[in-house]
């Protein structure tokens, strides 16, 4: 099989630059990221060697890495199918909420020990496609702006589950957290003594999944037709509308996928903390991991796999570099940003050219 086929239509010679354009792109966020910390009076090479030190040095820094890409290959691909539906979909941050109380809620059920793993995705999945699915029918049969519908949800989402997380499904012994979830609802640890969970087998199935789905399945070519010319899709038998819902039901499941995973999985809390601090920012981080790998399923399995290695060498250049944490996100941010804004510009500008 040739790679641009593997590669979903894309040209080598496609290919060849976006490779170069990211590889241009991370050592201009990283040469920028470093004269911020030399301005603020920190060695940057010091932070940096502590950095990959701590990201990928050691097999538990390694671990550390695969479990903050594990949920970021799911939201990543989340955005990714909206946006290959022509939709600026950017609600995978309140659907993880919504699983994750989903998961919580299953958690406080009475149930045969082999039944709570199931119940959790179950709920959890079924709550996160239910909140996508409402800015779906607003965008599909009312033409709402998705933008504003899934921002607006988000925050619906954020407070309705820290609403449930105070009230409702509070731990009586600590009552910063929800219930946690039982042991034989969790999801087994790969390497003792690291965060990495099973979670990060099942994002990795899923990737290649939504690949051959969107790629290769009349579901996904009518998604992507839709997203590359709704007109000509139309004339061609394609039922806008449908597709359009079915994008935002495929990316609510992902989302879902994420949040239940990250209270099941990842230890040590198994609970939804104060604030909902264990969950906020994996949709939008994966926005950025889609937009790093250029919306392609495939590639958002590096893309997450860099962001999470981004994330997990940032408590390296803490604890050994003294970079304080708010110089250290800013160092973060740059990179990512300057990773991701060629991505964005050429879909808004493909997006214009639509018009």
């Known amino acids: 099989m040739r790679a641009s086929s593997i590669l979903g239509g894309n040209d080598l010679s496609k290919l060849e630059d976006d490779v170069i354009e990211v590889v241009f792109a991370v050592l201009a966020g990283f040469a920028i990221s470093g004269l911020l910390m030399a301005t ?32 970021l290959m799911l939201t990543g691909l989340a955005f990714a199918v909206s946006v290959r539906a022509g939709v600026f979909n ?46 779906g029918i607003l965008k599909s049969q009312r033409g709402v702006n998705e933008v504003v519908s899934t921002i607006m949800l988000n925050w619906i989402g954020f407070w309705i589950v820290e609403y449930a997380r105070t009230y409702v499904y509070f731990d009586p012994t600590e009552p910063q957290r929800t219930i946690k979830i039982p042991e034989q609802g969790r999801l087994p640890l790969l390497v003792p003594g690291t965060e990495l969970y099973a979670g990060v087998i099942i994002s990795l199935i899923i990737t290649v999944a939504v690949y051959v789905v969107m790629w290769h399945t009349a579901i996904g070519y009518e998604i992507r037709a839709t997203g590359l010319n709704p007109t000509a899709a139309r004339y061609g038998g394609v039922k806008i509308r449908k597709s359009l819902l079915y994008s935002f039901i495929i990316s609510g499941s992902l989302a879902g996928l994420a949040g239940v995973m990250e209270v099941a999985g990842r230890p040590p809390h198994y609970a939804i903390t104060t604030g909902l601090s264990n969950l906020v920012g994996l949709g939008f981080d994966g926005l950025a991991v889609s937009l790093i790998a250029r919306n392609h399923p495939l590639a958002i399995i590096p893309a997450a796999i860099f962001v999470g290695a981004l994330t997990a060498g940032s408590r390296g250049m803490q604890i050994e570099s003294g970079v304080p944490l708010e110089m250290v996100k800013a160092v973060q941010g740059i990179i990512i940003l300057i990773l991701a804004v060629p991505g964005l510009v050429r879909m808004l500008r493909e997006w214009r050219e639509k018009k």
């Open 40 to 71: 603020g009076g920190f060695d940057p090479i010091k932070a940096y060697v502590s950095l990959f030190k701590s990201a990928i040095g050691d097999l538990y820094g390694i671990s550390t890495t695969l479990s903050f890409a594990t949920p």
């Open 90 to 135: 950017i609600g995978a941050e309140g659907q993880v909420y919504m699983a994750a109380l989903g998961a919580v809620i299953a958690a406080s059920l009475t149930l045969p020990a082999g039944l709570y793993l199931i119940a959790e995705f179950f709920l959890g999945v079924s709550l996160a496609i239910m909140w996508s699915s409402l800015a």
